[in-house]
């Protein structure tokens, strides 16, 4: 079975809008940390926004500059990626992950629970 699901990927022009949903599993439903991250092909995977499901901590990629909010459902089955301010540079596969550490980071190598991906378009 898989260890999260995503959902929500999709096209959009700039400026425009998309919500990431990231839903765990039997594996991952009590993971600490669950984080989205995107890939280019042909480059390296960056880290996007993390939440520490505990104490609702977020960071973010320098990238992002206030235009994503990373947030839980209150069912803590769900974590989402709400982006805003979309650009075409933010064109790329998006990863949710999910690690059992104490804290949060956006280095993918901290993870070793990963959804399939979902793909995000943005056209200018």
């Known amino acids: 079975g898989q260890d999260l699901l995503e959902s929500g990927g999709g096209s959009v022009q700039a400026g425009g809008s998309l919500t990431l949903s990231c839903t765990t599993t039997?594996?991952?439903?009590?993971?600490?940390?669950i984080a989205w991250f995107r890939q280019v092909q042909g480059q390296e995977r960056e880290g996007v926004a993390a939440l520490y499901r505990f104490s609702r901590t977020a960071i973010y990629g320098d990238f992002v500059k206030d235009r994503f909010t990373i947030s839980q459902d209150y069912n803590r089955n769900t974590v989402n990626l709400q982006m805003i301010s979309l650009e075409p540079a933010d064109t790329a596969i998006y990863y949710c992950?999910?690690?059992?550490?104490?804290?949060?980071?956006?280095?993918?190598?901290?993870?070793?629970?990963w959804g399939q991906g979902t793909q995000v378009t943005v056209s200018a």
């Open positions: 992950a999910a690690n059992f550490a104490a804290e949060c980071s956006l280095r993918p190598t901290d993870f070793e629970h």
């Open positions: 039997r594996r991952t439903y009590n993971g600490a940390c």
